[in-house]
């Protein structure tokens, strides 16, 4: 942890926990995303990738980057969408261990278009993908028993066998003193799914960290007003509550304090997976017990260098990356960036 | 039929016979291609599509270009991938009643690159896809009513259930005196799924027009030469054989006669679905009633048409376009379609 106390001194951590593994489960996917802005995947376009994706996978390559333990629990084919992500997130240090090899069914796959409306348009191959062999096994066992912190993304309930799986992940870590974070990562409209209302409400009341984005703030509590729902879950047990508001920055709020953290005036190339990388900073800084001014610092820079690079997670950071980034002027970072990205097709304003 | 009568009076044919429908069952798949040359979908590339595809698709698509009545048996998911290929089948005169949508699944899928040797690197979402809920319902089973001529495709036999369907259409269809073609369409390797061998020697026993790729000749017959699989296919019942040897040209036979079509010179710049376009025209030709020399002539034209295109069926032509492209010498058609290629990415030498 040498490396975290340099870093962190400066930014008053008196002393680092020692973090057992972060564990998720859900979703690996490829993205493939259309290069030219429009409508849909009617007629052939220029499109690229495949780009390793996913927000449990986003999420969890983002915390292992900050150095923390981390695994996922998830299912790929027997194929190079399915090596691609396993090698990416090999490499960047996640436990891999426990991501299935189906040979039967393909790695699920995501085609994303942008509309001028920055409105995004989907083709999603998911319940039929390896994705929906995603069960408890012995290598998903070994990784919950030694895991001290679970993160779940509501995107990644998408079927009655992982909930069973993430529900009993909840119960046998929090046994053990561990702690959880929640995502809802979805729409309204996914609580017309039978049974997912109440799977979404059972995780909330086991959470500790609760990070909605924009409007799913209100989406599982009685209150209308962000007010009243930050009072409602701080008064249910949740210790802190992050709103993420993308482009116009994010606020912590628990029972003794409020904070707010600015955005970052970035040069947006791809917003898709900000959000995921945003809470694996900020989740990796909880719980290293940095004080939530510097998780929220670190969290906001990370979903800042995400949406500058194209890919799902080809933004995510390291800790000394976030350093050089948050030392820099906005406008010097805007400038190095665009010159790293991958997106060479000239000058841009 | 006016139009074939003036295009087919050059070519000797006295008379045509009236066709009813043709049908197929089987895979559409959306196809996205690898713009560059190389190994594998392991990083981000450029790509290009979606394409309408699967081989059932690409060759009904054909038949219905040269004018007859046909449709496929299908289904596909409530996606753009799907839509796009009911458009494109649509617009082209299939008969799209029988292809069902799935509102669960994603539309099959097929990525593919080229290497420089000319082989190809796959990855295939077909198994979990759309694809897997094909079934006989009150739509498959009126497109079943009305045909007159089913064509099978050995890679279409993917589960039992297509199995099922495709051996109870076929003994309908030649219960009324109806006709069956048969493509192999697949690896040797297909061979070790379980009950699949069985599955295609049934149809073969079944089938009128037998239209194999090179090796395949050999794949079903106890015969190993060339020469001798012939004869022990026409000698078990079967009308006619085509063999199709891709830039080598094709051979026709049945019991009175040999003939063979040479290859066309032509700028090749995508192989997939060549082998599809050709066996549609020489289907339909077939079915028409034309001399084999000429089913030959423009089931070549066809493919060679086909391979000069980017896209399994983006070269699929009408009569008149097989027409026009054989009364211009090679070098000509290699120019014009150069031309109208899609890959407008400068002069090609």
Sequence with gaps: MAHFLDLLDDHGAAQLRVVKPVITIGEIVAEIMAVDVGEGFRSPLRLIGPYPSGAPAIFIDQVAKIGLPCAIISAVGNDDFGWLSIDRLRSDGVDISAIRIDNRLATGSAFVRYRSTGERDFVFNIVGSAC??????????????????????????????????????????????????FDPNGRKEMLDVPGMRDALARVLAQTDLFLPSGEELTLLTRAHTDDGAIAELLGAGIRSVVVKQGAAGATYHDRERTCRVAPMPVNEVD??????????????????????????????????????????????????????????????????????????????N
Tied chains: 1, 2.
């Design 271 to 348: 917003p898709t997976g900000a959000g995921d990388s945003f809470g694996g900073t900020f989740v990796a800084c909880w719980l290293l017990g940095l004080p939530p001014e510097q998780c929220l610092r670190f969290a906001n820079a990370s979903g800042a260098r995400a949406v500058m690079m194209r890919g799902p997670m080809e933004g995510n950071s390291t800790l000394a990356e976030l350093e050089t980034f948050l030392s820099v002027d906005a406008l010097g970072a805007n400038l190095w960036l665009s010159m790293m990205n991958t997106r060479r097709s000239g000058p841009r």
């Design 132 to 181: 929906s062999t995603i069960r408890r096994d012995a290598a998903a066992s070994a990784v919950i028993a030694s895991a001290g912190h679970i993160h779940v993304m509501g995107s990644s309930l998408f079927s009655p066998a992982v909930v069973s799986l993430v529900e009993d992940a909840i119960t046998e870590i929090k046994a053990r003193g561990g702690t959880v974070s």
